[in-house]
């Protein structure tokens, strides 16, 4: 399988894709693809890095594998294609964000892209699954390669916002450096979290807003 990684973010992570592990990952993706209906499509796994710069990054949002319905993925952690049902978990998110930003606008859409060329890296920590098996690509050792991700950005970056929703988030951001980032924290999303009370009223939008309007960057527009 041929990686069609954005060439800004190809150098820098190019130690990571030279690495035997990185090369195995992708044959094995690949053997995946031809063997199982996999998502999302072949051609927008890296979707992530295409619509969001390294030089413009202002936001990583991590997730933990691709919706694994069909036509649902397109790359992107918690998003959807257009005219695909929104799911709970991002409805959720826009309800956080409704109550955060005192608004009353629900999306109609669950496509993300707007906020990925924002400057928001929607990061799954597997970039590929299998049809109707959650998690099914963690064996895959993507995890190396998205850790290493994070490790770049934390390292090369500064003034970067990490959104950690959930203990596999947590868990994923451990090494981030948060005496040049800022890190926020809460549960997941999922209803049975939210309904928990660990995700409603985490602010974490305007949180996000007001950090990087302090910082003198442009505010990220969440609808």
Known sequence: MQINLNPEWESIVSEETQQPYFKELLLNVEQEYQNSVCYPPQELIFAAFDYCSFDDLKVVIIGQDPYHGEGEANGLCFSVNDAVRIPPSLRNIYRE??????????????????????????????????????????????????????????????????????????????????????????????????????????????QVNAYLEKAGKTVISWF
């Open 97 to 206: 964000i409704n109550d955060d930003l005192d608004s009353i606008f629900m999306p109609n859409s669950g496509n993300l892209e707007s906020w990925a060329r924002q400057g928001v890296l929607l990061l799954n920590a597997s970039l590929t699954v299998r049809k109707d098996t959650p998690n099914s690509h963690k064996h895959l050792k993507w995890n190396l390669f998205t850790d290493a991700v994070i490790q770049k950005i934390s390292e090369e970056k500064e003034g970067i916002v990490f959104l950690l929703w959930g203990a596999f988030a947590h868990k994923k951001g451990l090494k981030i450096d948060r005496t040049k980032h800022l890190v926020l924290e809460s549960g997941h999303p999922s209803p049975m979290s939210a309904n928990q009370g660990k995700w409603f009223g985490n602010k974490h939008f305007s």
